[in-house]
């Protein structure tokens, strides 16, 4: 992962007080969003006053980010006699399919049962990236047909799975601006098709972000929670990228935890979302 946005505060202010227009400008470009920007300084001024020194702020931001962060969350566990079953969505672009992918290989390294769905039918791509994919990992692949009924096959992969006794299916879907209409109502009929196997699933609609997009990947998120709603969040391209605030803003501003993190090419630069860790790595 990069450096943390917070360790460039000494650098920036060594040898003089602290700038808070400055310091506002850096919190923003770190992508907390305006809210937590705004909450957060009201608390640094508050306990440090405007003589504050870069390594108190420093500090006192550092923990008061680390609390904004979500909790550790459980991780995601079988549901008994049937599959867990769990949507990924996201624009084009963001990492879907990769990300679906490696969390397959990371439940796989983890012994559990897996199925994946190709059920980007638009992007012929796509269904091929996923079957490679599927090769790779010994993880069994339900397609249909290129430009066929993304529903049919998300419906056709659960009873696969059922079938199977697999204890997790991944449902992939095409990439869509959130600003298109009919292909955010394609999601929800795939949400509806998928709960008439089971009134529960899917278990988890989990957003792809891509971390270097900033305010645009808090407004993807804002818009996919209203379409089809949104249980946890993958945000990927963290490598290279200073821009960890994303994590505090997405669960503040939408109440949206980040599940997993992306960090790399490689099939094991992805893991389950450790606020104390992403804290120290990232802030």
């Known amino acids: 992962m990069a450096a943390g946005f917070l360790r460039s505060i000494a650098d920036r ?167 298109k209409h009919n292909l955010m109502q394609e999601l929800s009929k795939v949400k509806r098709v998928l709960g008439r196997r089971d009134p529960e699933s899917p278990h988890e609609v989990l957003i792809v972000l891509d971390a270097t997009t900033g305010s645009n990947a808090l407004e993807q998120a804002r818009q996919f929670r209203e379409a089809c709603g949104l249980t946890g969040a993958i945000l990927t391209k963290l490598d290279g990228s200073g821009r960890g605030g994303m994590a505090v803003a997405l669960q503040q501003e939408l109440g949206v935890p980040v599940r997993f993190i992306g960090t790399g090419e490689g099939e094991r630069d992805f893991a389950r979302f450790d606020p104390q860790a992403f804290a120290a790595e990232m802030f």
């Open 13 to 179: 202010f060594r040898g003089r007080p602290v700038d808070w227009d400055e310091l506002e400008a850096m919190f923003l470009q770190a992508d907390l969003g305006v809210k937590t920007t705004a909450s957060l300084l009201a608390k640094l001024q508050a306990v440090s006053g405007f003589s504050a020194t870069a390594a108190q702020v420093e500090r006192e931001a550092r923990e008061e980010l680390t609390k904004l962060l979500p909790p550790p969350l459980p991780p995601l566990l079988p549901v008994p006699g049937r599959p867990r079953v769990l949507l990924i969505v996201g624009v084009n672009g963001t990492g879907k399919t990769t990300s679906l992918a490696k969390l397959a290989a990371l439940l796989k390294r983890e012994e559990r049962s897996v199925m994946m769905a190709a059920g980007d039918t638009f992007r012929a791509a796509a269904i091929e990236q996923l079957v490679v994919w599927g090769e790779k990992l010994g993880v069994p692949v339900i397609r249909g047909a290129y430009q066929g009924d993304p529903a049919a096959v998300c419906h056709d992969a659960y009873d696969a799975a059922a079938r199977a006794g697999a204890e997790f299916l991944l449902c992939d879907t095409a990439g869509r601006l959130h600003t």
